[in-house]
């Protein structure tokens, strides 16, 4: 459950729910996508990490309050660790990944704004780790393999609500079968004339209704002869 405030929420959006900088590179067939801001697991360790500076400030300075160095030093350091959650805060709400019916996109960086892109047709594997830390906070990580050797996007972790995005991914790869197949008949002389299948299809079910030709079972197939 999301405890930290999110601009991007992990959910199911129309291209108009999309922000600004996604929706205008978005395809028109692209209607239906998932995604949002990475799990928030990303921000534990910082906001831990800010948390044990500010209970040391509170047990040092009293006990080096003679020094001036040292407590500057003290404060010093918990200022650096509340400008690096910061940082990490901005950076994590904008880091966001969204899987539509043809792409993988994922868009992160504060002053160099970064898109990776990786077509759904190209996923020739995909792992899905999940670690201790992520079946706790309810988060997995992604391994995918791809065509070609330069892979814009390979692992992609903090996946919220992983196992059902994993379905979700799964039903994109196998719903996406095999086009514009052309299918040669063994009797067929010219390859030239093969033909699409569904057309072919077609043709042969319009043949099958009209013909009713014997055919000779003992001729022999025009490749032994």
Same mark, same amino acid.
């Given at each position: ?18 922000? &600004? ?6 395809? /028109? ?10 799990? %928030?697991? $990303?921000?534990?360790?910082? #906001? ?16 080096? &309050? ?17 400008? *690096?959650?910061?940082?990490?805060? #901005?950076?994590? /709400? ?7 019916? +043809? ?7 504060? #002053?160099? *704004? ?15 780790? *999940? ?7 309810? +988060? ?5 393999? =791809? ?19 994993? *379905? ?9 079968? $095999? ?7 063994? /009797? ?16 042969? %079910?319009?043949? %099958? =209704?009209?013909?009713? $030709? ?9 490749? &032994?002869?």
């Amino acid at each position: 459950m999301a405890f930290l405030p999110q601009r991007w929420p992990w959910r199911d959006r129309t291209p108009a729910e999309m922000p &600004s900088e996604i929706r205008n590179k978005l395809a /028109n067939t692209e209607q239906s996508i998932r995604g949002g801001q990475i799990h %928030q697991a $990303t921000m534990y360790e910082p #906001i831990t990490t800010a948390v044990l500076g500010l209970i040391a400030v509170i047990v040092l300075v009293p006990r080096v &309050s003679g020094s001036p160095v040292l407590v500057n030093f003290v404060f010093l350091g918990f200022l650096a660790l509340l400008v *690096r959650l910061l940082w990490l805060w #901005i950076e994590w /709400n904008r880091s966001l990944i969204f899987f539509t019916g +043809y792409r993988i996109i994922y868009v992160h960086g504060v #002053i160099t *704004r970064q898109v990776a892109m990786l077509p759904i047709g190209k996923v020739t594997d995909m792992r899905y780790d *999940r670690t201790p830390d992520g079946m706790v906070f309810g +988060y997995g990580k992604f391994i995918i393999e =791809s065509a070609g050797q330069d892979q814009a996007l390979r692992v992609i972790n903090f996946v919220p609500q992983p196992d059902e995005t994993y *379905r979700h991914i799964q039903n994109l790869l196998f719903s996406k079968g $095999t086009q514009n197949v052309n299918i040669i008949d063994v /009797n067929m002389l010219d390859k030239r004339k093969a033909i699409p299948v569904e057309v072919r299809n077609k043709i042969r %079910q319009a043949n %099958q =209704s009209q013909d009713t $030709t014997v055919v000779d079972e003992n001729r022999r197939p025009w490749w &032994s002869e």
